[in-house]
């Protein structure tokens, strides 16, 4: 199983961007998955979740500004993120939630203030 992320960039503050991650249909159809991040110096963190059910988490700091979607046709869950903030600088991966897949290359979002 192999997860994809892509997306990410550079953005100046304010800004929006929209992270994709594919993966098999039995992940996305049939898994609870999450976005997670690691920022310069910090440990990962999830960041947002979406259950099997669609139910739908975000940490307290992003709350408002990123949610998360999940397109079971083309395999994908999304990351919307919306009024980018330079502390949102980090390397965004998807996974399972909680994470039982091997991690993949991550796609890397830098907001400049």
């Known amino acids: 199983v192999q997860l994809q992320a892509s997306g990410g960039g550079l953005v100046q503050e304010g800004g929006s961007l929209r992270l994709s991650c594919t993966a098999s249909q039995g992940i996305v159809t049939l898994s609870a998955m999450g976005w997670y991040r690691q920022g310069p110096g910090k440990q990962r963190e999830l960041v947002a979740g979406i259950s099997r059910g669609g139910r739908i988490k975000v940490v307290d700091s992003v709350k408002g500004r990123f949610t998360i979607s999940r397109d079971i046709a083309k395999l994908t869950v999304y990351l919307q993120m919306n009024s980018l903030r330079p502390e949102d600088t980090a390397v965004y991966y998807c996974?399972?939630?909680?994470?039982?897949?091997?991690w993949g290359q991550g796609t890397l979002v830098t907001v400049s203030s």
């Open positions: 996974n399972g939630d909680p994470v039982f897949l091997p």
